[in-house]
């Protein structure tokens, strides 16, 4: 496990990223409501999330701290498209729950 002060270091440069390289997100949801956030998206070349999701699937990660619960269903709007999650994992550091990564299924 990392030290305190590595996990700390490893949290703050993950969120930088999605900061950085993220877009901007209205996250939706029942239980948490609506959250203007930066997430991070992608379309996947993961062969096993291509094989169970179809081409074209999308990964959206937002970050724990802006959203602290995410369940299968929720949807976000990046840009004029809005996505639902087909399925939902939480990102873990150790023992420290940082984010959550989303899949949008493809076609």
Known sequence: MLSLDD??????AWEQTIDTLGVPCTFMSKTSG?????AG?????DEEIVNAYGIGSKVITI???DVPEVTKLDRCEIGPERYTFDAVMPVHLNDQLIGWRCV???R
């Open 34 to 38: 609506t959250v203007n956030c930066v």
């Open 7 to 12: 996990k700390s270091k490893y949290k703050a």
């Open 41 to 45: 998206f992608k379309t996947t070349r």
């Open 63 to 65: 970050r724990a701290m």
């Open 104 to 106: 949008v299924k493809g």
